[in-house]
Nanobody, 122 residues
Framework: QVQLVESGGGLVQAGGSLRLSCAAS????????MGWYRQAPGKQRELVAV???????NYADSVKGRFTISRDSAKNTMYLQMNGLKPEDTAVYYC????????????????WGQGTQVTVSS
């Protein structure tokens, strides 16, 4: 079974930095893309950044120039480097993966991590 595990969240002062990690494990045949989402209290979950299988990336306007998404394909691990953090970045950050499992290669599945809390104090 495919599992995603996030790490790296915590409490940081405004202007500080954090790096989130997401490790994917299980019988994965292929990965279409991986991304980071976040959900703040009272708000819907929003896309923060995505990295596709070919390596191209996209970012939400609110984080462009501050966040960087990357991956280590050999380890099925994705990272989100967050610099210049603002109180508005406070949210639970979720790792997301769309891929094809070894046990069902005829279809794709979407997987989610458990989330990691990022809190930015003013």
């Amino acid at each position: 079974q495919v599992q995603l595990v996030e790490s790296g969240g915590g409490l940081v002062q405004a202007g500080g930095s954090l790096r989130l990690s997401c490790a994917a494990s299980g019988n994965i045949f292929s990965i279409n893309f991986m991304g980071w989402y976040r959900q703040a209290p009272g708000k819907q979950r929003e896309l923060v950044a995505v990295i596709r299988s070919g390596g191209s990336t996209n970012y939400a306007d609110s984080v462009k120039g501050r966040f960087t998404i990357s991956r280590d394909s050999a380890k099925n691990t994705m990272y989100l480097q967050m610099n210049g953090l603002k109180p508005e970045d406070t949210a639970v950050y979720y790792c997301n993966l769309e891929g094809v499992p070894m046990t069902a290669r005829h279809r794709t599945f979407t997987y989610w991590g458990q989330g990691t809390q990022v809190t930015v104090s003013s």
